[in-house]
């Protein structure tokens, strides 16, 4: 029985593939959402992507996930830094957290070195593009005991 996972994403990812390659490389979030399908399928796992832009609506999705006891794989973006509402939500969860970055935050802007979300994940992925997803969806599956 496969195990359903929600890979939710923060605001402006949705634009993915159309501005600053050079930082996030050229695949759009179709292209993620299609490689999370393929390898959620050899991990035994269904897969769900989503993106807003609105706060409200991604804290939803993560009670969302909270009632169903779900795994979360999350690429905050900007909330990253300084939604302490999502953390809070997040603070809730049971089911495995794996936070998900396409660049490099650390690398970055000063801003970006605080994440206020990584400190109630299971563990936090940056850096490596789309294969960071994939990264975020393997560790997931070793939470769950599947590898
Ligand atoms: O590296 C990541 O995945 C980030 O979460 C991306 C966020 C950024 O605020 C975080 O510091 C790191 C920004 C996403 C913006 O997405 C864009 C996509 C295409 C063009 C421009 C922005």
Redesign the pocket.
């Known amino acids: 029985m496969p195990t359903r996972v929600l890979i939710l994403n923060g ?3 949705g ?2 593939g ?3 390659p050079e930082i ?1 490389g050229s695949a759009t979030l179709t292209d993620v959402a299609t490689a999370c399908a393929k390898l959620g399928a050899e991990l035994g796992l269904t897969v769900d992507l989503r993106q807003t832009d609105d706060e409200a609506e991604l804290i939803a999705w993560v009670h969302e996930a909270i009632d169903g006891r779900l795994p979360i794989v999350l ?4 909330f ?2 300084y939604s302490y509402a999502l953390r809070d939500a997040l603070a809730m969860r049971t089911a495995p957290l794996v936070e998900v ?3 490099n ?1 650390a690398t ?1 802007e000063t801003f ?1 070195h605080t994440s206020v979300v990584a400190g109630v994940a299971d563990g936090t992925v ?1 850096g490596f593009g789309t294969q960071s997803y994939l990264l975020a969806l393997r560790a997931v599956a070793h939470l769950l005991g599947r590898t």
Do not use: F
Not at 75 to 78: D, G, K, L
């Open positions: 605001p402006n990812l634009r993915l159309s501005r600053e996030y690429n905050p973006a900007a990253t830094h970055h396409l660049s935050p970055r970006r940056a």
